[in-house]
């Protein structure tokens, strides 16, 4: 497959962490000028740093140092072996090294999809290392399981993608096939029209292409599937400011997954809508994802 060119305005480089070699992609703070502290963006599935391309130059403009890795099994990053490496208590200590090795203590965590419960889950294990925490799509962990508990039947229907996929083998070749197809159709065909373009496909394609990525990807539902993180009534709440933004058009997570949030939280936190964005909401929605981003990062959240 030939390799998609890349002119992107910002540094590819690796770290090490955790045992493992992370592809990070880096930015900022534009101009060269003083650095506000250092934003870790977090991508989901099926995903990679891509997803944020169009939040790291605005964060890095508003003085931010920026990085966006390729979280562990995806793209560059290395892909260890077997269900068990998956476990989100693994996941959030490679986000804890790649803070470390990118010489600071402390960040200000964003993520979605599953970068989101990653960006919790550090949040709640790591709140020393967390300066501010936002989340875009992608419910607490105690709301997602309270809503499985009581047999949602609407949410057990979105979800059944989940399921599947502790399946062996079945989930891979499927998604795969016929170059990925069904793959891109999980992107484009829940976006609105124009969100994701031919090249934009290409290069996930390309991403999951490589040699264990779809199986890495796919095992971290088998990994949640066998537990990780403690009981949800054992959860701490989390005390880091925090900024939910949700896109209400979420073909896989329902509106309902907001609802009771703030229970689960002891410091500033606050909630916006976007009536009629995709689960895709930074890359559907950009200039109001980096608009909140930015006012909520600097401090002027109003929260």
Avoid at 131 to 148: G, I, K, Y
Wanted: aromatic share 12%.
């Amino acid at each position: 497959m030939p390799k998609i060119p890349r002119s992107e305005p910002w540094q590819h480089r690796f770290v090490e962490a955790n045992g493992l070699r992370f592809h990070v992609v880096t930015a900022g703070p534009a101009g060269g000028g003083p650095s506000r502290g250092l934003v870790l963006l977090l991508h989901g599935f099926p995903e990679f740093w891509y997803s944020w391309r169009r939040q790291i130059p605005a964060l890095a403009s508003a003085g931010f140092e920026v990085a966006a890795p390729d979280l562990r099994g995806y793209n560059d990053s290395d892909k260890p072996e077997g269900i068990e490496a998956y476990r989100i208590t693994n996941i959030v200590e490679d986000v804890a090294g790649i803070v470390r090795a990118l010489g600071h203590e402390r960040a200000c965590i964003v993520g979605h999809d599953w970068g989101g419960a990653v960006a919790y889950a550090f949040a709640m294990l790591h709140p020393e290392m967390t300066d501010r925490l936002c989340v875009l799509n992608s419910p607490h962990p105690a709301l997602f399981s309270r809503e499985l508990q009581r047999g949602n039947v609407e949410q057990l229907r979105k979800s059944w993608y989940m399921f599947f996929f502790q399946l062996p083998e079945a989930p891979e070749r499927l998604l795969a096939a016929d170059n990925f197809r069904i793959l891109k159709g999980m992107l484009a065909g829940s976006a609105r029209k124009g969100t994701f373009g031919s090249a934009d496909l290409a290069r996930y394609v390309e991403a999951f292409a490589k040699p264990g990525a779809l199986r890495s990807a796919i095992n971290w539902y088998r990994a949640a599937f066998r537990g990780g993180l403690p009981s949800v009534r054992e959860l701490p709440k989390i005390a880091a400011p925090t900024l939910i933004i949700w896109g209400d058009r979420d073909f896989a997570l329902g509106r309902e997954l907001t609802r009771g949030m703030r229970a689960y939280f002891s410091g500033p936190f606050s909630i916006t809508h976007l009536p009629g964005v995709s689960h895709w909401v930074q890359q559907e929605a950009p200039e109001r994802v980096n608009a909140l981003l930015t006012r909520f990062l600097v401090g002027r959240a109003g929260t």
